[in-house]
């Protein structure tokens, strides 16, 4: 079997590259507007980040899924960057703005929106990850812990000295169980090998701290990593290729990495899952709750690097494939915490 045709066979859905969900326009302010709210528009959607939408990861993929909806429905559209205490007051803005649907993209946001949208019925807020549902409020819950799940039983295949461990930004619910997803694949494709604990360094963006954490993990003797570093990112990576240590990319496609050590991503495709919302938004067809999107919806993928595959044999590769056929159909359940 060929790896472009393993690819072919691992892909179910939309596979998105670094370059597909990174804006075009260069970063400037933290507040981005792709176009700005015209008064009377028809249908108005706000995304909150807590990151850089310029992550060719986490944010950016909420980004292209914001870019979706103002392509497709002719929406009026912006997002800023917003964390800790300015959250809600920015859900409150765009509330009394009479936005139709306010995103925040992250499990941080589920609490505040729950507080705020009693005080805007009109306006839908939506948060990705969290368990807290109105009337008004909902949540995506992403299943990348199946796309983790893939990357652990790679890392399982591939460590040569039987360590392997994560780097991630904070230890949010939604972090942890995806990383303890990876654990279980690990040790699913070899029982023998230690898993560290995760290392949190804590300040998005900082991409000194996640390279130290990094190195921290391979002191320790890990030889393949994976992360939840979001913009800092690039000090995994690095960390990674000064020690000829393999790095695996999650959220969106990180393969193309300048970097050249990422073997493989645990990736999500956001676009349909926002699209289909803001449709039901719009429809007024809305009901507030917590709707799942995984492999069998195609909204998460594992994606080998094409150009690093002659590293991951063939046998390899099969069961790769296998466990990942076993996901999508149900027949193997990934561990999920619930939150």
Same mark, same amino acid.
């Given at each position: 079997?060929?790896?472009?045709?393993?690819?072919?066979?691992?892909?179910?859905?939309?596979?998105?590259?670094?370059?597909?969900?990174?804006?075009?326009?260069?970063?400037?302010?933290?507040?981005?507007?792709?176009?700005?709210?015209?008064?009377? !528009?028809?249908?108005?959607?706000?995304?909150?980040?807590?990151?850089? &939408?310029?992550?060719?990861?986490?944010?950016?993929?909420?980004?292209?899924?914001?870019?979706?909806?103002?392509?497709?429905?002719?929406?009026?559209?912006? #997002?800023?960057?917003?964390?800790?205490?300015?959250?809600?007051?920015?859900?409150?803005?765009?509330? %009394?703005?009479?936005?139709?649907?306010?995103?925040?993209?992250?499990?941080?946001?589920?609490?505040?929106?729950?507080?705020?949208?009693?005080?805007?019925?009109?306006?839908?807020?939506?948060?990705?990850?969290?368990?807290?549902?109105?009337?008004? =409020?909902?949540?995506? %819950?992403?299943?990348?812990?199946?796309?983790?799940?893939?990357?652990?039983?790679?890392?399982?295949? !591939?460590? %040569?000295?039987?360590?392997?461990?994560? &780097?991630? &930004?904070?230890?949010?619910?939604?972090?942890?169980?995806?990383?303890?997803?990876?654990?279980?694949?690990?040790?699913?494709? #070899?029982?023998?090998?230690?898993?560290?604990?995760?290392?949190?360094?804590?300040?998005?963006?900082?991409?000194?701290?996640?390279?130290?954490?990094?190195?921290?993990?391979?002191?320790?003797?890990?030889?393949?990593?994976?992360?939840?570093?979001?913009?800092?990112?690039?000090?995994?990576?690095?960390?990674?290729?000064?020690?000829?240590?393999?790095?695996?990319?999650? #959220?969106?496609?990180?393969?193309?990495?300048?970097?050249?050590? @990422?073997?493989?991503?645990?990736?999500?495709?956001?676009?349909?899952?926002?699209?289909?919302?803001?449709?039901?938004?719009?429809?007024?067809?809305?009901?507030?709750?917590? &709707?799942?999107?995984?492999?069998?919806?195609?909204?998460?993928?594992?994606?080998? #690097?094409?150009?690093?595959?002659?590293?991951? %044999?063939?046998?390899? !590769?099969?069961?790769?494939?296998? @466990?990942?056929?076993?996901?999508?159909?149900?027949?193997? =359940?990934?561990?999920?915490?619930?939150?």
């Amino acid at each position: 079997m060929k790896a472009k045709h393993l690819l072919s066979l691992l892909a179910v859905g939309l596979v998105m590259g670094c370059s597909n969900n990174a804006p075009t326009d260069e970063p400037g302010s933290t507040v981005k507007s792709v176009s700005p709210p015209k008064p009377g !528009q028809e249908f108005q959607v706000a995304l909150l980040t807590p990151g850089t &939408v310029y992550d060719s990861g986490w944010n950016a993929l909420a980004y292209a899924g914001l870019q979706e909806i103002e392509k497709t429905m002719q929406a009026s559209v912006t #997002n800023k960057e917003s964390k800790g205490a300015d959250i809600a007051d920015d859900m409150r803005t765009y509330g %009394r703005k009479g936005y139709n649907l306010v995103f925040g993209h992250g499990f941080e946001y589920n609490e505040p929106a729950m507080k705020v949208a009693k005080d805007f019925p009109d306006t839908v807020f939506v948060t990705s990850s969290g368990g807290g549902t109105a009337k008004n =409020v909902g949540a995506f %819950r992403f299943e990348l812990e199946q796309g983790f799940y893939l990357a652990g039983y790679l890392a399982g295949l !591939q460590t %040569r000295t039987g360590i392997v461990g994560s &780097v991630s &930004v904070q230890n949010y619910p939604s972090i942890v169980s995806t990383l303890k997803a990876f654990e279980a694949g690990a040790k699913a494709a #070899n029982p023998g090998l230690k898993v560290l604990p995760p290392v949190y360094f804590g300040t998005e963006g900082d991409v000194t701290a996640a390279k130290q954490a990094t190195e921290k993990l391979i002191a320790a003797g890990a030889d393949v990593i994976i992360h939840q570093a979001n913009a800092a990112a690039q000090g995994v990576f690095d960390a990674c290729k000064e020690k000829n240590v393999i790095a695996l990319g999650s #959220n969106a496609d990180q393969n193309a990495n300048e970097s050249g050590v @990422v073997l493989a991503s645990a990736t999500i495709v956001a676009k349909p899952a926002f699209l289909e919302l803001a449709k039901e938004v719009k429809a007024k067809t809305f009901v507030g709750g917590v &709707v799942k999107f995984g492999m069998d919806k195609g909204a998460i993928d594992f994606v080998l #690097n094409p150009k690093l595959s002659s590293r991951v %044999r063939l046998d390899q !590769q099969q069961k790769l494939k296998a @466990v990942a056929d076993d996901i999508k159909s149900g027949k193997l =359940v990934v561990p999920e915490d619930k939150f």
